[in-house]
């Protein structure tokens, strides 16, 4: 298969502690972004990634989340001191290469997070 | 700030019926994605639509771009069960790589 796949699918928690979450975008897109829905809502972007580069983050993107993409391939998204309002679906998603007529965005699975 | 709405955010409907999901956006943009999403899964791809006028059919959906009135609508041909599910709208707002979607629409389709 080669779709975006995340891992883990689900992750229960407790408050306090930290998670990380991996994304493994489509080989070959160098875009990769990260978003957050919760119930009955729309996706909300989080941040994005062109290649090894962070170009964009949300203000929703508080100085607990932290993200990664250190060779262009795989992200982790991090969040420290988990809170309940965190538990939400975090989904990934990526686009082909910059430049192109549009940003089509194809997104994983998601993982659920449930913070106790 | 770019806003997006749809309407209605419930639709329940009979087999059969033909129905449409409109999709309000607040600033010029000229590519508009719709996606599907089924209870506990991910986003599936279903249209983009990149110009003023862009019209694309696939099976009982078409969707089209009023990119002037800033509105694209997703029509529903004679549903069935099986198109039951929620419909986003996603707007690039150019300038930024992030899509900013709707809140959805859940389409409920009844026997």
């Known amino acids: 298969d080669t779709g975006v796949s995340q891992d883990p699918r689900h992750k229960i928690t407790k408050r306090g502690q930290n998670v990380t979450f991996r994304c493994d975008p489509i080989?070959?897109?160098?875009?990769l972004y990260w978003y957050r829905q919760t119930l009955g809502q729309g996706p909300e972007f989080l941040t994005y990634?062109?290649?090894?580069?962070?170009?964009?983050k949300s203000r929703l993107l508080s100085d607990r989340f932290s993200a990664e993409r250190p060779k262009g391939s795989f992200s982790t998204l991090e969040i420290q001191r988990t809170e309940q309002g965190d538990s939400a679906m975090y989904l990934c998603?990526?686009?082909?290469?910059?430049?192109?007529?549009?940003?089509?965005?194809?997104f994983g699975p998601g993982t659920r997070l449930t913070v106790l | 700030e770019l806003k997006v709405e749809q309407n209605p955010l419930f639709l329940s409907m009979q087999e059969g019926k033909n129905y449409t999901i409109y999709c309000n956006y607040s600033?010029?943009?000229?590519?508009l994605y719709w996606y599907r999403q089924d209870p506990g899964k991910s986003l599936e791809s279903l249209f983009v639509?990149?110009?003023?006028?862009a019209v694309k059919q696939e099976g009982r959906l078409m969707a089209s771009l009023d990119t002037k009135a800033r509105l694209s609508t997703l029509h529903i041909t004679a549903a069935v069960h099986d198109l039951s599910a929620t419909y986003f709208c996603?707007?690039?707002?150019?300038?930024?790589?992030?899509?900013?979607f709707g809140k959805g629409t859940k389409l409920t389709v009844n026997p």
């Open positions: 639509l990149l110009s003023n006028g």
């Open positions: 080989s070959e897109h160098n875009r």
């Open positions: 998603a990526s686009s082909p290469l910059a430049g192109g007529l549009y940003n089509e965005q194809f």
């Open positions: 996603a707007v690039d707002p150019g300038g930024s790589e992030k899509l900013v």
């Open positions: 600033t010029t943009s000229d590519r």
């Open positions: 990634f062109q290649n090894e580069a962070q170009l964009e």
